[in-house]
């Protein structure tokens, strides 16, 4: 007699195992701890079987009941329902790990150590905000092309189409990855390139007009705020880096009497490797950033940092306290920032000092390279990049001093 949703919510626990049947070898199993299990019976290739369906309450009689003919529509066709489902558990597992997100969390860990923290933290930050919640799960061969789509369009509504395609070339990594290791056979960000808009490129906001940048020299030395930004805030155009390399700088990084400042390789903005094994970054002072720095070594030349925190404590400037001053000196984000002097130095010392564009890229710390494609060791042209950072620093003084400005016509192309 087929079972009753009342005899079963009645099953309790007894000393010995024992079962209630229902009907076509479906029976309720009730363990001595208080467990319900529901099986069925089977033969097959002659040997009696059973197959567990589940646990009752998780899974009702009339549940039961359906995964009960189910496994035997598998008999019906030939197929063991025991071995369909371990079939279906190994897939499922193996599908788990070969998902988009463990495959993309194993590439994120083998490549991790390559790129700077913050450069690695980022990539898998972006990973798990913008493709892990729709896609984390399902398998990486299984991945097409409009489902990444998807994402990407998802993230340019947002309004962060540069964003959007960082993501692309990420996933485009994954896969790669996911190929190389087997478990992908090609790379569905490649048909996405032309998918999106090309980002607009916005460049740090950088004064180059002579005149207009003699006012901001001047603003700069009226600036009456505390002696310690007010002195970062001179020295910046002076020297050009960036402004994390500049209010993280530490006393034993400069050498006054000798004129130079050598910032550790792990703080440039360089790869992990690059930051682990590349060589620190000459950076030769003028005799006027010499002058700005025996000025301030008499304040804070007792600590730690060149430029510590008002705050206190052994900590450095904050990153936004050379933001927060040009904008008390009234210059907004699209007129001037601390992260412009590069640009600006980049586009005058050449044009209007005629300093060869090699010995200013070098000093930029950018990658440099001669015709036969060498790269310049970044300790060559010393004496060169000596008398760029003196003649860019008189060519300051005589921008605000307000003298005549004559800029060197560019060659025509």
Same mark, same amino acid.
């Given at each position: ?68 003919d ?16 371990q ?11 070969n ?29 798990e ?6 896609? =984390? ?5 299984? %991945?097409?092309?409009? &489902? $990444?789509?998807?994402?990407l369009?998802?993230?340019?509504? /947002? *309004?962060?189409?540069?964003t ?16 190389s ?9 490649a ?28 603003a ?7 002696a ?8 910046a ?33 360089r790869?992990?490797?690059?930051k682990?094994? =590349? ?5 030769? %002072?003028?005799?006027? &950033? $010499? ?8 304040? /804070? *030349? ?5 430029f ?32 412009g ?11 209007a000092?005629?300093?060869p ?9 950018h ?17 060169a990049?000596?008398?760029?950072m ?24």
């Amino acid at each position: 007699m087929p079972l009753t949703d009342v005899q079963i919510r009645g099953a309790t626990a007894q000393p010995k195992q024992y079962r209630l049947a229902d009907a076509g070898g479906l029976y309720l199993e009730v363990r001595p701890n208080g467990g319900r299990y529901w099986r069925v019976k089977y033969r097959f290739a002659g040997k009696e079987k059973a197959l567990t369906l589940g646990t009752y309450p998780e899974v009702s009689l009339r549940e039961a009941r359906a995964k009960r003919d189910a496994a035997k529509k598998k008999l019906s066709d030939g197929i063991d329902p025991s071995e369909a489902k371990q079939a279906e558990k190994r897939t499922l597992r193996l599908n788990a790990e070969n998902s988009f997100d463990a495959v993309a969390r194993e590439w994120h860990a083998k490549f991790a150590p390559t790129l700077s923290e913050s450069h690695a933290q980022r990539n898998l930050r972006r990973l798990e905000v913008h493709v892990f919640p729709y896609a =984390g799960g399902q398998p990486i061969a299984q %991945l097409e092309a409009p &489902a $990444v789509l998807d994402i990407l369009q998802r993230i340019e509504k /947002t *309004g962060h189409l540069e964003t959007a395609h960082r993501v692309r070339v990420l996933v485009g990594q994954v896969m790669r990855y996911a190929i190389s290791t087997g478990r992908a056979s090609r790379d569905v960000s490649a048909d996405l390139r032309d998918a999106l808009p090309p980002p607009q490129v916005k460049h740090h906001a950088a004064v180059t007009d002579p005149v207009q940048l003699g006012a901001l020299l001047r603003a700069i030395d009226g600036y009456n705020g505390t002696a310690v930004v007010g002195t970062a805030l001179r020295l910046a155009p002076l020297v050009f880096q960036r402004p994390g390399e500049l209010r993280q700088a530490e006393w034993p990084e400069f050498d006054l009497d000798g004129a130079m400042w050598v910032v550790p390789a792990t703080r440039m903005k360089r790869t992990k490797a690059g930051k682990d094994n =590349g060589p620190d970054h000459l950076v030769p %002072l003028s005799r006027q &950033a $010499v002058e700005i720095l025996r000025a301030l070594h008499l304040l /804070t *030349g007792r600590g730690r940092f060149v430029f510590p925190s008002l705050r206190g404590g052994d900590r450095c400037m904050s990153d936004m306290a050379l933001s927060a001053a040009f904008k008390r000196m009234g210059f907004d984000s699209d007129t001037a920032l601390p992260h412009g002097w590069r640009a600006t130095a980049r586009t005058l010392a050449v044009e209007a000092l005629g300093v060869p564009a090699e010995v200013v890229e070098m000093q930029l710390a950018h990658g440099v390279r001669d015709s036969l494609g060498r790269a310049y060791n970044r300790t060559q042209w010393l004496d060169a990049r000596r008398d760029l950072m003196q003649k860019w620093s008189d060519y300051l003084d005589r921008l605000k001093a307000g003298a005549e400005v004559i800029v060197m016509p560019t060659p025509a192309a």
